[in-house]
């Protein structure tokens, strides 16, 4: 192969544990690979975009990628990093978040591509479901003893808690199944390459010992290899924020809050977040970066990564879209760039501004300055105060200045629900119409 993966995940700071061999083995021939996905929802967070991205570089580099929902797995629920046992879902709960996974993984890997190394999806479901528990039991448990499950980290931890609540064998024999998948996909599709987040390393390495203890093990060979977890420099959780997790669904997270989130990135954490969410080549990189200190301020390096991956997981339009509801608030805009807007992304917007309520019927003969600044909303402490706003030029409604005697109509709504006010630059408040 003529690109080292390995080497260029090396450079971004995306290998933790790798098992002797594997880079030979991909600097020798195409080699399949594969990363399991836990359907515990029914889109992906920006938490799994490394390992997306990881299928991505592996496909970029020559190597037949897969990609496998965890269809049986999620029946069980993955214990790694788990204080306590999860709660397990019904069948109509997976079967929606089984398809919600595939389609979200379709976006970034193209499963109905000719070429030889096109990715394939996946779901262990399909090789799970006939197994009977005697046969699992026989074939498969036969296979690796109590001592070395117990010896994993995700097990020990578990069992040693301080919440006394154990382990039950459900969640104990999790390695082993998705040790199976490991060796079900070698077998089926010469697949010799797992890879994970480093919490993963106890059952990816489980999957490994099975491959060479139920084959030919002195001439079978199957590799391991892991990232690091994404971790914030001030130590809180990547991927979160206080409306919770960053979905990669625009229905659950929506593209201008996607594309805050990177913008709003520490100037350390983006120096990171650059070689591992993007796949900007390492001297353009070295460049930015250099560029970045030279002048923070202008965060040249935040900017950068917002549009990388906005554009990676959205598309080149939304991202558009994104940078023209920021410079609303930011920039100079208009009317018509308000009511270009889709409702939620006006409230995203102007999300925590202040509000109040106000009728239809009080927009039919046209709601006075005064009324819509004081009167009827206390957006201004008194009619006074509006008076003088009014006569100091500093009030603007859906961005443009108005005087004392405008009137505020239907056709001033946005979504046909809402209209901005505005004392001087910063000082919004939003008139919701019902």
Same mark, same amino acid.
């Not at 090396?10 to 880079?23: L, N």
């Given at each position: 192969?003529?690109?080292?993966?390995?080497?260029?995940?090396?450079?971004?700071?995306?290998?933790?544990?790798?098992?002797?061999?594997?880079?030979?083995?991909?600097?020798?021939?195409?080699?399949?690979?594969?990363?399991?996905?836990?359907p515990?929802?029914?889109?992906?967070?920006?938490?799994?975009?490394?390992?997306?991205?990881?299928?991505?570089?592996?496909?970029?580099?020559?190597?037949?990628?897969?990609?496998?929902?965890?269809?049986?797995?999620?029946?069980?629920?993955?214990?790694?990093?788990?204080?306590d046992?999860r709660?397990?879902?019904?069948?109509?709960?997976?079967a929606?978040?089984?398809?919600?996974?595939?389609?979200?993984?379709?976006?970034?890997?193209?499963?109905?591509?000719?070429?030889?190394?096109?990715?394939?999806?996946?779901?262990?479901?399909?090789?799970?479901?006939?197994?009977?528990?005697?046969?699992f039991?026989?074939?498969?448990?036969?296979r690796?003893?109590?001592?070395?499950?117990m010896?994993?980290?995700?097990?020990?931890?578990?069992?040693?808690?301080?919440?006394?609540?154990?382990?039950?064998?459900?969640?104990f024999?999790?390695?082993?199944?998705?040790?199976?998948?490991?060796?079900?996909?070698?077998?089926?599709?010469?697949?010799?390459?797992?890879?994970g987040?480093?919490?993963?390393?106890?059952?990816?390495?489980?999957?490994?010992?099975?491959?060479?203890?139920? #084959?030919?093990? =002195?001439? /079978?060979?199957?590799?391991? &290899?892991?990232?690091? !977890?994404?971790? @914030?420099?001030?130590?809180? $959780?990547?991927?979160k924020?206080?409306?919770?997790?960053?979905?990669?669904?625009?229905?659950?997270?929506?593209?201008?809050?996607?594309?805050?989130?990177?913008?709003?990135?520490?100037?350390?954490?983006?120096?990171?977040?650059?070689?591992?969410?993007?796949?900007?080549?390492?001297?353009?990189?070295?460049?930015?970066?250099?560029?970045?200190?030279?002048?923070?301020?202008?965060?040249?390096?935040?900017k950068?990564?917002?549009?990388?991956?906005?554009?990676?997981?959205?598309?080149?339009?939304?991202?558009?879209?994104?940078?023209?509801?920021?410079?609303?608030?930011?920039?100079?805009?208009?009317?018509?760039?308000?009511?270009?807007l889709?409702?939620?992304?006006f409230?995203?917007?102007?999300?925590?501004?202040?509000?109040?309520?106000v #009728?239809?019927? =009080?927009? /039919?003969?046209?709601?006075? &300055?005064?009324?819509? !600044?004081?009167? @009827?909303?206390?957006?201004? $402490?008194?009619?006074?105060?509006?008076?003088?706003?009014?006569?100091?030029?500093?009030?603007?409604?859906?961005?443009?200045?108005?005087?004392?005697?405008?009137?505020?109509?239907?056709?001033d709504?946005?979504?046909?629900?809402?209209?901005?006010?505005?004392?001087?630059?910063r000082?919004?408040?939003?008139?919701i119409?019902?």
């Amino acid at each position: 192969m003529s690109k080292n993966l390995v080497q260029e995940l090396q450079w971004r700071g995306m290998v933790h544990d790798i098992m002797p061999g594997t880079e030979d083995q991909l600097q020798k021939e195409m080699t399949s690979a594969y990363i399991g996905f836990d359907p515990t929802s029914d889109s992906l967070h920006i938490g799994s975009l490394v390992p997306i991205i990881l299928l991505v570089h592996l496909e970029k580099a020559g190597h037949k990628p897969y990609a496998l929902v965890g269809g049986a797995t999620g029946m069980i629920g993955d214990p790694s990093g788990k204080s306590d046992e999860r709660n397990l879902l019904d069948e109509e709960a997976l079967a929606k978040n089984v398809e919600g996974i595939k389609r979200t993984l379709a976006r970034f890997l193209n499963f109905d591509s000719t070429a030889e190394n096109a990715p394939v999806l996946v779901n262990n479901y399909d090789w799970m479901k006939e197994f009977s528990f005697i046969e699992f039991a026989r074939d498969v448990g036969k296979r690796i003893t109590v001592n070395y499950m117990m010896a994993k980290d995700s097990v020990k931890k578990r069992i040693s808690g301080d919440s006394g609540a154990g382990m039950s064998f459900t969640e104990f024999t999790y390695q082993l199944i998705q040790g199976y998948d490991f060796y079900h996909l070698y077998k089926s599709h010469n697949c010799k390459l797992q890879m994970g987040g480093s919490d993963q390393w106890g059952n990816i390495t489980t999957g490994t010992e099975l491959v060479r203890r139920m #084959t030919d093990g =002195d001439n /079978e060979k199957a590799y391991a &290899m892991t990232c690091p !977890l994404i971790t @914030k420099a001030d130590g809180s $959780k990547f991927g979160k924020t206080e409306g919770g997790n960053v979905w990669l669904d625009a229905a659950k997270t929506s593209v201008y809050k996607f594309y805050q989130f990177w913008l709003n990135t520490s100037d350390e954490d983006a120096e990171k977040y650059i070689k591992i969410f993007t796949f900007l080549d390492q001297e353009f990189i070295n460049n930015l970066i250099a560029e970045h200190k030279e002048a923070p301020h202008l965060r040249a390096l935040q900017k950068k990564l917002a549009e990388e991956v906005t554009t990676f997981v959205h598309s080149k339009e939304e991202l558009d879209k994104a940078i023209a509801a920021s410079n609303i608030l930011f920039g100079k805009s208009t009317a018509d760039d308000l009511k270009s807007l889709d409702q939620q992304t006006f409230l995203d917007v102007f999300d925590g501004v202040p509000q109040a309520t106000v #009728t239809k019927n =009080d927009l /039919e003969e046209g709601l006075d &300055m005064i009324g819509a !600044l004081a009167a @009827k909303t206390q957006f201004l $402490k008194s009619n006074g105060d509006a008076r003088r706003a009014l006569k100091e030029n500093s009030i603007s409604v859906n961005k443009e200045k108005v005087k004392e005697d405008f009137k505020i109509t239907q056709s001033d709504l946005i979504a046909d629900k809402y209209v901005l006010l505005q004392r001087g630059r910063r000082n919004y408040f939003l008139l919701i119409v019902e």
